[in-house]
């Protein structure tokens, strides 16, 4: 399995709605990606006592895919859609990751 991680690392005089990313910008990445093979999709709001420092992470979204050419060919086909919501909810530029997930049951 692949996971796509979609991350915002924090900068001085950033934004971010998290109310936004978790409801109206998942929505639209679930939309927009299960036609291309989204197995899983899902958002973290990452919780601190206090302000973030520059570079910490604080949002994320991990979407799943059963292989690397369908997460890229996903990614292809709606990468463009989904970053011109980005600024909807944050002025963070998304950084882009992917992986592979083993499981141990």
């Keep these: 399995m692949i996971r796509v991680i979609g991350f915002y690392r924090w900068k001085e005089g950033a934004n971010f709605n998290h109310e936004y990313y978790r409801s109206e910008h998942m929505r639209l990445t679930k939309e927009a990606l299960l036609p291309h093979g989204l197995l899983r999709l899902e958002s973290d709001q990452y ?5 973030p420092v520059e570079g910490e992470i604080i949002a994320a979204s991990n979407a799943y895919f059963p292989s690397i050419d369908v997460a890229q060919a996903a990614m292809a086909a709606a990468g463009a859609a989904l970053m011109s919501d980005v600024p909807n909810y944050t002025n ?9 997930v083993t499981t141990q049951d």
Excluded at 47 to 51: A, E, F, V
Excluded at 92 to 100: A, K, V
């Design 47 to 51: 919780l601190s006592k206090r302000t």
């Design 92 to 100: 963070l530029q998304p950084e882009i990751r992917l992986s592979i």
